[in-house]
């Protein structure tokens, strides 16, 4: 069984930092892409940023310049470090990866059980 465990979030003020971590556990036998995601109270999940396998990054538009995507120092961690906080910010995020486990064809989809970011003024 494959499992994504998260770390980190909790109460910054405007302007502030935080630093997320998730880490993939369990039997598999790759991780193409790790992600963040995250979902305000009445407001659909949204991606934040992704990093590919091999590295490459992509942002959503609200969170360029402010925040960091990049694996841990194991291949199957992600890290998102949260700079310059805004109250927008506030939401629970979760963490994704697309995952092969042996003797499986495909890649799926994992989710964390998601870590409350909460930013104050």
């Known amino acids: 069984q494959v499992q994504l465990v998260e770390s980190g979030g909790g109460l910054a003020q405007a302007g502030g930092s935080l630093r997320l971590s998730c880490a993939a556990s369990g039997s598999f036998l790759r991780i193409n892409a790790m992600a963040w995601y995250r979902q305000a109270p009445g407001k659909q999940r949204e991606l934040v940023a992704r990093?590919?396998?091999?590295?490459?990054?992509n942002y959503a538009e609200f969170v360029k310049g402010r925040f960091t995507i990049s694996r841990g120092g194991a291949e199957n961690t992600v890290v998102l470090t949260m700079n310059n906080l805004s109250l927008e910010d506030t939401a629970v995020y979760y963490c994704?990866?697309?995952?092969?486990?042996?003797?499986?064809?495909?890649?799926?989809?994992?989710w964390g059980q998601g870590t409350q970011v909460t930013v104050s003024s």
């Open positions: 994704n990866a697309a995952i092969k486990r042996l003797y499986e064809a495909a890649y799926a989809d994992y």
């Open positions: 990093i590919l396998s091999e590295g490459s990054t």
